[in-house]
Nanobody, 126 residues
Framework: QVQLVESGGGLVQAGGSLRLSCSASGRTFSNAMGWFRQCAGKEREFVAGITWNSDRTLYADSVKGRFTISRDNAKNMVYLQMNILKPEDTAVYYC????????????????????WGQGTQVTVSS
């Protein structure tokens, strides 16, 4: 059984940075991982994804060039470095694990992520 726990959220001013962490228990080293977010009143959306070996990453256009996803399989950790934050980045951020092992390309398809954390709130003030 895979369990994911996010941390690192908080309140930051526009232009600032935050680093989110996702601690994974269970067998996740062979799975692609992703970050999603949900703004109040909106549907959850894909933010970033990374393959099991960090060979490939994928980003939503809205965060490309500002956010960086990474992972440390030895520590069972996944990270999301968020720079140049904007008020529109305010959301609850979720870590998720792809159910299919050894996927060679990360996907933005929420349906393939079968394990989810409880989320961490990020608030960016203007």
């Amino acid at each position: 059984q895979v369990q994911l726990v996010e941390s690192g959220g908080g309140l930051v001013q526009a232009g600032g940075s935050l680093r989110l962490s996702c601690s994974a228990s269970g067998r996740t080293f062979s799975n692609a991982m992703g970050w999603f977010r949900q703004c109040a009143g909106k549907e959850r959306e894909f933010v970033a994804g990374i393959t099991w070996n960090s060979d490939r990453t994928l980003y939503a256009d809205s965060v490309k060039g500002r956010f960086t996803i990474s992972r440390d399989n030895a520590k069972n950790m996944v990270y999301l470095q968020m720079n140049i934050l904007k008020p529109e980045d305010t959301a609850v951020y979720y870590c998720a694990a792809d159910i299919v092992p050894w996927r060679v390309i990360p996907t933005a398809n929420e349906g393939v992520y079968d394990y989810w954390g409880q989320g961490t709130q990020v608030t960016v003030s203007s």
